[in-house]
């Protein structure tokens, strides 16, 4: 149930963060991609786990239906393991983090990044934040708690 609402709360944020940035337009790894074949290609994304155990199989889902969709690209998970093997990422999604969600956008050719993360506080919680990595800005925030229905 979590991993589904997850999902649709991601594609929602991402078709409603694309409109509205038309970030194949204009984000770095793509602008970088069309300058050098002289054909428009589609933005590229990464999701990131930050923060939180047992994640593994929620971002394996959430990569796999992403996959199917034709409008972005997603990086590929290796590269992803690989390149961020020594990056600090539990403070990526922090508001304050513009420089590394930049940083890390660059180092993976991504324009957008979906970073997941498990909150086990008193009330825990899954948030998803989306960002471009051209400015690192934070373009949606959501949270999701653990262990309620989400209507």
């Known amino acids: 149930m979590y991993q589904r ?3 649709d709360l991601l594609i929602a944020g991402l ?8 970030i194949g337009a204009s984000g770095v790894a793509s602008k970088c ?12 994304m990464a999701v990131v786990q930050v923060a ?10 959430l990569e796999d239906r992403l996959s199917r969709n034709e409008s972005y690209v997603l990086v590929d998970r290796e590269h992803i393991d690989k390149v961020l ?8 999604s922090a508001a304050r983090s513009v420089a590394g969600r930049m940083a890390v ?5 991504a324009d957008l990044l979906v970073l997941l ?3 086990t506080t008193a009330r825990p919680y899954y948030e998803v934040v989306i960002s471009e ?3 690192g800005l934070r373009l949606q925030v959501s949270i999701l708690p653990i262990g309620k229905e989400v209507i």
């Open 133 to 135: 990595t051209s400015h």
């Open 52 to 61: 939180g155990d047992d994640l593994t199989p929620l971002v394996a889902l």
């Open 5 to 7: 609402h997850l999902y």
């Open 85 to 92: 093997k020594e990056q600090e990422l539990a403070a990526l």
């Open 15 to 22: 078709v409603i963060c694309s409109a509205s940035l038309e």
């Open 33 to 44: 991609l069309q300058e050098q074949t002289d054909k428009a290609v589609l933005p590229v």
């Open 117 to 119: 993360s498990k909150h």
């Open 105 to 109: 956008g660059h180092l993976l050719g």
